[in-house]
């Protein structure tokens, strides 16, 4: 009898924990005007705004019903796109951005759906081409006409299949940490991608074990990189929103071989990126436990490089 009660609670539990989740929509306040047009404010709440100087714009741009992409951007000139990874957010660039000269740039940091402020969707709604085609709306919304583009880890690729239904946009990029390659095999990222792809044990190691806004810090070459304070500015809007399947999603939406959902999207990606004849960059951590032998490839992506920097970035 005991052992029937221990399954059964255990299969609850799994079917818990394994939910879909639910579309949550944030609301803001007020209206941010734009060359473009006017866009929902949202003002930051405390403990995010005494990260950003008062020049920063923060608004909502909605890509689809109830789906809204949380923009900050600051400064005016020519457009600078640059796009955060998992499970960070626009956030990530605020250090960059107050390097820039804010009289002749427009820096333009979205946060992807499911993080920081954005809207919140079902785990099953996380898929690389759902995040390209609402990138995508955002810089159509905004009328961009053309833009340097940023990306690093998640947001690489994002970004840059985003850039593919536009493909007129790009004029430079910055390559940072990412990956813009379709798998030509079989293969896992990193060991902790592989464990979470299977269900329930993904769950437990990322939500209910551990928090991977916790576990951050070590993620990094540089642990110290990432303290409790910044943690918490990526991790709160998500942890309080209710709906926490962004972090495992992206996660699982990494391809492990030539069949994997995300991986005809990739094949896309590779080939606009092969195609493209402008100006690029590469910084590169060295340090990153994950992304740091990616280098080699993303050189051969852009044999005619204008430099390349080595560095491991304070986030």
């Known amino acids: 009898m005991l052992l029937a009660v221990v399954l059964v609670a255990a299969m609850v539990f799994a079917i818990v924990i394994t939910r879909d989740g639910e579309l949550v929509t944030p609301q803001g306040k007020g209206v941010v005007s734009l060359d473009a047009g006017d866009f929902e404010a949202f003002p930051l709440p405390d403990y995010a705004a005494k990260y950003v100087t008062g020049g920063y714009k923060s608004y909502f741009v909605e890509v689809e019903p109830g789906i809204k992409v949380h923009v900050l951007e600051v400064g005016s000139g020519f457009p600078v796109y640059l796009q955060h990874g998992n499970p960070t957010s626009g956030f990530l ?127 990094q070459g540089d642990p110290a990189s990432i303290p409790a304070d910044v943690a918490e500015l990526y991790g709160k ?27 005809s999207e990739m094949r896309i990606i590779e080939r606009y990126v092969g195609g493209l004849d402008i100006p690029a960059e590469i910084v590169w951590g060295m340090n990153d436990p994950i992304l740091g032998k990616g280098l080699p490839l993303m050189k051969r992506n852009f044999p005619k490089m204008i430099g390349i920097c080595f560095l491991q970035v304070k986030r």
Do not use: C
Request: glycine share 8%.
């Open 93 to 219: 660039y605020r250090k960059v951005a107050a390097e820039l000269p804010a009289d002749r740039l427009r820096v333009i940091m979205p946060t992807l759906v499911g993080l920081g402020f954005s809207s919140k969707i079902p785990a099953s709604q996380h898929t690389l081409e759902n995040h390209m085609r609402w990138i995508n709306s955002v810089l159509v919304q905004l009328k961009l006409t053309e833009l340097v583009y940023v990306g690093q880890d998640w947001g690489g690729p994002v970004g840059m299949g985003a850039l593919a239904l536009s493909p007129d946009l790009l004029k430079g990029v910055v390559a940072m940490n990412t990956g813009f390659n379709a798998p030509k095999e079989k293969m896992e990222l990193s060991r902790a991608h592989a464990m979470v792809r299977t269900p329930v044990v993904g769950e437990l190691l990322t939500g209910i074990v551990y928090s991977i806004f916790d576990q951050l810090h070590k993620m």
């Open 237 to 263: 809007p998500v942890l309080d929103s209710g709906n926490t399947k962004a972090p495992l999603a992206m996660m699982r939406m990494v391809t492990d071989g030539l069949d994997h959902p995300s991986a």
